[in-house]
């Protein structure tokens, strides 16, 4: 038997028991065996070299965006309006068959925009080439989900369910563990704990966690990404529709076909990004407004240190003081340090550490050139009479 049948079973084991405080010991169970079965179906056969039949493009630019969707929601019209990109655009399905890039000009910034092709139902088992659709989503900073406003919300529900089978949690936060401590020794805990080989006796949690959140951190191959839930054809619905679909939570609304709404779709894209702006100020000379460095917190982070490490790794060990105007600063200028905080479109500046001369400067000088011993000093020529 498959691995894929084995999960087929064991889902539909899971769908015929009913849930009540009986059974939960074994759903649980149940759940964790599904979960690392689908993390074995991700994993490349044995023997091979690794290299697949994957259309993985080159990072480029400041941030990257992908596109996921069900065939002709209008993904390659939306490539094409935002970045200028031609994507073949068709009235019938699966018209992109391979990863098309494009690069979004927004606030000094490139953004990388990835169209990829339409996935269905099934595509965490690989069906539709779902598998390398679903890689490329993850290597990205956040997901536009591309739905259809026009069908049903069962199509919103069936991508996200296939996302979060492969380790995507959209609009999630990994576990913290600071709201509540306690120590529980539980047999639905140790049952868990025991599919993946695990054999401890009791487990400390510090928040109020669920079986799949337990079963995420035991994994550890879990990626929280931000989604933004993208409604096109909204020219085609009424007006009570568009106004529920647009107070969702993370959702926004547009019409490719009359260009409605898609300036706020970039700002959307650009708040959920969280990308920061830095301009840096030569001494004596005014700022840079032209070349910004372009910083975020899922690529390094957002300080003062990040920033000096984007320019040169080395950098830091010269680095005196720092200058900062703009909003993250108390006033103008403040000092600040290594682990100041940035936020967009701050101007800073570097203090470098001066070089100390060997022996001093001027008067002040420890030691001179001239010989030790008075034996060893150049006699001058005698005098001509």
């Known amino acids: ?56 493009v080159t990072k480029f630019g400041h941030g990257r965006v992908a596109l996921i969707g069900f065939p002709s929601v209008g993904k390659s019209t ?4 935002l970045t200028g990109t031609h994507s073949e655009a068709a009235s019938y399905e699966f018209t992109t068959l391979t990863c098309i890039p494009g690069i979004i000009h927004y606030k000094d910034t490139k953004i990388q925009l990835l169209d990829l092709p339409g996935i ?6 690989g069906k539709g080439r779902g598998r390398q659709v679903i890689a490329v989503a993850k290597s990205s900073d956040i997901v536009l989900m591309v739905l259809d406003a026009s069908k049903s919300e069962g199509h919103r529900q069936i991508l996200t369910r296939e996302l979060e089978a ?22 639905r805990v140790l049952l868990v704990c025991s599919v993946f080989h695990i054999n401890f006796r009791k487990v400390l949690f510090r928040e109020d966690a669920t079986v799949d959140d337990l079963i995420d951190v035991i994994e550890g191959n879990r990626k929280y990404m931000k989604c933004v839930y993208v409604y096109n054809k909204i020219d085609v619905i009424g007006i009570d529709d568009v106004d529920r679909l647009a107070r969702q939570p993370h959702s926004i609304v547009i019409s490719c076909n009359l260009k409605l709404n898609l300036d706020r779709l970039l700002a959307r894209m650009w708040e959920e990004m969280g990308l920061v702006r830095i301009y840096s100020k030569p001494q004596g000379q005014q700022p840079d407004f ?19 490490n984007h320019i040169h790794r080395n950098l830091i060990k010269d680095v005196k003081y720092v200058l900062v105007w703009g909003t993250s600063a108390r006033h103008y200028p403040q000092h600040c340090g290594l682990g100041h905080a940035l936020q967009d479109e701050d101007v800073v500046q570097i203090v470098k550490k001066k070089e100390k001369e060997d022996g001093g400067r001027g008067r002040f000088k420890s030691h001179s050139n001239a010989p030790a011993r008075i034996s060893d000093r150049e006699k001058k020529a005698p005098l001509k009479t």
């Open 1 to 56: 038997m498959g691995i894929v049948e084995k999960i087929k079973e064991i889902e539909a084991e899971m769908a015929r028991t009913q849930k009540n405080k009986a059974t939960e010991y074994h759903l649980g169970q149940l759940k964790a065996k599904i979960a690392k079965l689908r993390t074995q179906l991700l994993e490349p056969p044995k023997g091979s070299s690794g290299a697949g039949d994957g259309f993985e």
């Open 78 to 81: 939306l490539l094409t309006l």
């Open 120 to 125: 269905i139902e099934g595509a965490s088992e």
């Open 166 to 187: 492969v380790g995507l949690r959209l609009n999630k936060r990994p576990p913290q563990n600071q709201s509540l401590v306690r120590e529980l020794l539980n047999l």
């Open 290 to 308: 032209t070349d910004p460095v372009v910083l975020s917190a899922g690529r390094g982070g957002c300080t003062v240190e990040d920033f000096c």
